[in-house]
């Protein structure tokens, strides 16, 4: 069975839960978008979900962001098709959703009131984009991509054992 993640923002006006057969906070972003909405250790981390399973309490509180990307891959300026959303009273960055892919709502680990597995390893992902103060802390077992790795939250899970079904 999946595990049921609850979470919630700073001040609690947005309360959520949903199911993921992958729990594991392995995967940190360093890039600009992530790094400045909620990464304060100069990355974010993102979890997969259900997104029909997601349920949200106090949705009148919640905002959407669609980031503008222009960079050495992106030279004219786009809107990304990620929505993040976030507490409109406190800030709190809560979770991302894509219509690219509608079957998934990546939660934030920091918004997770739920405890979480520790990862075995760790992905660290964008460097290409981090901060010049950030100094990524790259464990024996870990993985590090200037982009993005091939391999997706969901296979990585079942490939290390991480699954949960």
């Given at each position: 069975m999946?595990?049921?993640?609850?979470g919630s923002c700073r001040c609690n006006a947005v309360r959520f839960e949903v199911e993921?057969?992958?729990p594991v906070p392995f995967m940190l972003c360093y890039c600009s978008i992530?790094?400045?909405?909620?990464?304060?250790?100069g990355f974010a981390i993102n979890?997969?979900?259900?997104?029909?399973?997601?349920?949200?309490?106090?949705?009148?509180?919640?905002?959407?962001?669609?980031?503008?990307?222009e960079d050495d891959e992106h030279p004219q300026c786009e809107i990304s098709s990620g929505e993040r959303n976030f507490c409109r009273k406190c800030g709190s960055a809560l979770w991302l959703y894509d219509p690219t892919w509608p079957e998934l709502v990546?939660?934030?680990?920091?918004?997770?009131?739920?405890?979480l597995p520790k990862p075995p390893e760790k992905v660290h992902l964008m460097l290409k984009y981090k901060a010049n103060w950030v100094e990524p802390e790259?464990?024996?077992k870990d993985k590090s991509f200037d982009?993005?790795?091939?391999?997706?939250?969901a296979d990585r899970h079942k490939r290390t054992g991480m699954w949960v079904d």
């Open positions: 999946p595990l049921l993640l609850k993921s057969h992958t992530c790094r400045k909405q909620q990464g304060g250790g979890l997969g979900a259900d997104f029909d399973t997601l349920k949200i309490t106090g949705k009148r509180n919640l905002g959407v962001y669609r980031a503008e990307i990546h939660p934030f680990a920091s918004a997770i009131d739920t405890d790259v464990g024996k982009v993005y790795p091939e391999e997706s939250i």
